[in-house]
T-cell receptor
């Protein structure tokens, strides 16, 4: 039982390049989330998927797209990377039982955009 | 609207002394509150959560937190700090009654433990 896994762990991009961050969970969770973490700002929600087949914007969605490929996988795509997207990205998942439900986090992807 | 304020960006304690990390929240509803810990270059791990049962919540590694509605606080404490407690701690409030829950994070408190 690996929990939440993310690939890659590290990535360096040039401005304007595109890439997809991958996330998978093996806990049979319904809901999945993408966050970014910037120094001194805690984590902020980019997009989430309440259940397979649905996605919704979070607090900071601009410049990103997501795909809930199936129940296990939730990917985050940067179509044209910008230096402002340099951050650490975390994927999370939970059962989707509302506000009492614990979210489980992956190890993160550290992205640098030059 | 939900929000969380962590009153100290950095706390430094000596090993074996008590730890107090302060958190105040703002919530329109009866909130669910969490404390997560992040060790350097690692993901986030749940320490404990409050979901309107007991107001004193016990978590892992000897940590506990008390929900005080009158003070809108959810401070994290531990009687005796250990070197392995050095990490970043996040107070988090959760909203949404059903389905996916949106988490609102504080800006974090970095705990340093001095040997």
């Amino acid at each position: 039982n690996a929990g939440v896994t993310q690939t890659p762990k590290f990535q360096v991009l040039k401005t304007g390049q595109s890439m997809t961050l991958q996330c998978a969970q093996d806990m049979n969770h319904n809901s999945m989330y993408w966050y970014r973490q910037d120094p001194g700002m805690g984590l902020r929600l980019i997009y989430y998927s309440a259940s397979e087949g649905t996605t919704d914007k979070g607090e900071v969605p601009n410049g990103y797209n997501v795909s809930r490929l199936n129940k296990r996988e939730f990917s985050l795509r940067l179509e044209s990377a910008a230096p402002s997207q340099t951050s650490v990205y975390f994927c999370a998942s939970n059962r989707g039982l509302g506000q009492i439900d614990t979210q489980y986090f992956g190890p993160g992807t550290r992205l640098t955009v030059l | 609207a939900q929000s969380v304020t962590q009153l100290d960006s950095h706390v430094s304690v000596s090993e074996g002394t008590p730890v107090l990390l302060r958190c105040n929240y703002s919530s329109s509803y009866s909130p669910s509150l969490f404390w997560y810990v992040q060790h350097p270059n690692k993901g986030l791990q749940l320490l404990l959560k409050y979901t309107s049962a007991a107001t004193l919540v016990k978590g892992i590694n000897g940590f506990e937190a008390e929900f005080k509605k009158s003070e809108t606080s959810f401070h994290l404490t531990k009687p005796s700090a250990h070197m392995s407690d050095a990490a970043e701690y996040f107070c988090v409030v959760s909203e949404t009654q059903t389905g996916a829950n949106n988490l609102f994070f504080g800006t974090g408190t970095r705990l340093t433990v001095i040997p």
